[in-house]
C-alpha cells in the first residue's frame, strides 16, 4: 500500500528548506540634530568632527551659514535648513527672514525661497522657534505646500509648543516628517544633557527609534564625543534623520513626545 502522506510532506521540507529567513529586526535608532548652526564657523566644524551622521542644521542669512553647509555636505554629514518662524514671545528674536503670521502666502514663499538658497545641500527643514506660527494652520499650510513642491524635502517639527500644526500639515500635504522627542540641552549643565541622553536611548528602545535636537554649546559637544561612540555597544544606531524617517514611516508607528514639561519650550 502506498503511504499517499510522502510526497506532501516532501514538498512541505523542499518549501521550508528554500523559504527565505525572517528579515532581522532593525536596532533601535536615533538621530540627533544639531541646530543653531551659522553664526561661526568654529563650533559648526567641532560638529562636522562628531562621530556618524550627526546632522546640522544651520540658520540662513548668518555669516558662516553657507559655507558652513558646504562643509557639513563634504563631510557627509546631512544638512538641514533651521527656518526662523515667529515665537509667541516678542521679546526673542528669531533672526533674518523669520516668517510671520502676519506675512501673506507671496510672501512666505518669499522668504522661504531665500532661506532655502542660502543653505546649500539642505535635504530638510525643521523651525527655529516658531511658537506662535506653528500653532496657525494657513501658515503652515502655505509652508508645506512650497516645501511639498520641492521633492525629496522633508520636515522635522522642533515642538516649541505644545500647540503646534506643523507636522500634522506636513504629513497632510504628504511631505516626509518627524517631530522632535528630546530637547537634549535645556540645562546646558554636563549632567542635565547626560540625562536627557540617557532619555533618548530609552525613548528609542520603546518606541523603536527617537530624535533628539541638541545646540552647538560646548557642554554638549564635549557629551556628545564622550557618549555617540557608546552607542554601538549598547545596541543603538546613530543614524541621519533621512534614515530615521524612512524607518518610520515603513513602521507606520506612532511618535510618542518625550519633551519634559518642566522645561520651556517656548523660546525654540
Given amino acids: 500500500m502506498r503511504w499517499r502522506g510522502v510526497p506532501g510532506l516532501v514538498a512541505l521540507g523542499v518549501s521550508a528548506l528554500t523559504a527565505a529567513p525572517p528579515a532581522a529586526a532593525e536596532p533601535p535608532m536615533v538621530a540627533i540634530v544639531i541646530d ?70 507671496h510672501e512666505l514663499r518669499h522668504r522661504l525661497d531665500a532661506a532655502m538658497a542660502a543653505v546649500p545641500h539642505a535635504s530638510g527643514v525643521n523651525n527655529h522657534m516658531g511658537s506662535l506660527l506653528t500653532r496657525h494652520l494657513a501658515p503652515m499650510q502655505w509652508l508645506m505646500e512650497s516645501l511639498s513642491e520641492r521633492r525629496g524635502l522633508f520636515f522635522v517639527d522642533s515642538i516649541t509648543t505644545p500647540a503646534t500644526v506643523a507636522w500634522r500639515v506636513a504629513e497632510s500635504n504628504g511631505l516626509r516628517t518627524a517631530r522632535r522627542d528630546i530637547f537634549l540641552d535645556h540645562s546646558p549643565r554636563p549632567g542635565d544633557i547626560r540625562r536627557e541622553f540617557e532619555r533618548l536611548k530609552q525613548a528609542a528602545r520603546s518606541q523603536g527609534f527617537a530624535l533628539a535636537i541638541g545646540h552647538p554649546y560646548p557642554e554638549t559637544l564635549a557629551v556628545l564625543s564622550a557618549e555617540l561612540p557608546r552607542l554601538r555597544e549598547e545596541g543603538i544606531m546613530l543614524v541621519s534623520v533621512d534614515r530615521l524617517i524612512h524607518r518610520t514611516s515603513k513602521e507606520n508607528a506612532p511618535w510618542l513626545v518625550y519633551s519634559s514639561p518642566s522645561l520651556p519650550v517656548s523660546k525654540r
Fill in 36 to 105: 543653531d548652526l551659522g553664526h561661526a564657523l568654529d563650533p559648526g566644524l567641532q560638529v562636522v568632527a562628531l562621530a556618524g551622521p550627526i546632522t546640522c542644521s544651520i540658520l540662513p542669512h548668518t555669516p558662516s551659514g553657507a559655507e558652513l553647509a558646504r562643509r557639513c555636505h563634504a563631510s557627509g554629514k546631512e544638512v538641514m535648513l533651521h527656518l526662523p518662524m515667529q515665537p509667541a514671545d516678542p521679546s526673542e528674536r528669531p533672526g533674518d527672514g523669520a516668517l510671520e503670521i502676519v506675512h501673506s502666502r
